[in-house]
């Protein structure tokens, strides 16, 4: 009991003295600061963006992961996987040396199309894709997986295009695990730093996001750091609120 005790007071005193020291005499005066809604828009628009992408591309490399035998499978599958445990930092680097002006595919769009990714919004928006992904690509594999495939093959039988099955029984079966991986695509995207200000900076209104203001606002006015802090940390109580049946035991 008192090791599990010590734990328990590690992971929850941080976030005690976060809301102890919170101003909240003037919480919704600093949260009307301009710079600080704009931080909030563009981390809530970017932040879906980045969901978006990950569901229109997420969605078809985890049914590949989970229905089709192919060679290299597990070695594809822990690629997906890498920005899991790789530090965010990294994956802005390797972004930069990919899609900067001197990458390798960066420079081609650049004196192709006149494309600059690196430093601007859309750089947010991948930076937090590429870190995000791997949640969806998880929970819809796992969903995949679990799903039983009966209903689909007696649709095949039916006469139905595997486009038809995919669209009107897999997406259906595996609805939940869409739901869930998206929410969590969705708030770790919205928590994105280390990516974020690696390959996009940290630019008020183009590219400062929640966790870069926070970052900032410590240096300058560590008040505003709680208030932006307590935004990220009523974000996550929702976010965890909304998958206790799949991640919290209620029985």
Known sequence: ?????IALAFLVLPLGGLLFR????T???RLGEPQVLEALRLSLVSATLATGLCLLFGVPLAWML???PFPGARLVRALVTVPLVLPPVVGGVALLLVLGRRGVVGQ???SAFGITLPFTTAGVVLAETFVAMPFLVISVEGALRAADLRYEEAAATLGATR?????RVTLPLVAPGIAAGAVLCW???????????????????????MPLAVYLALETDPQAAIVLSLVLLVVSVLVLAALRDRWVNTA
Do not use: K, Y
Not at 22 to 25: C, L, N, V
Not at 163 to 167: A, D, G, L, Q, S
């Open 108 to 110: 081609w769009l650049d």
């Open 22 to 25: 919170a101003p909240w005499s």
């Open 163 to 167: 486009w038809t099955v995919f669209r």
């Open 27 to 29: 919480l919704g005066t």
């Open 1 to 5: 009991m008192v090791p599990a005790l």
């Open 66 to 68: 989970a229905r089709v």
């Open 187 to 209: 708030a770790r995207a919205l928590g994105e730093f280390g990516a974020t200000i690696t390959f996009a900076g940290n630019f008020p209104g183009r590219t400062q996001t």
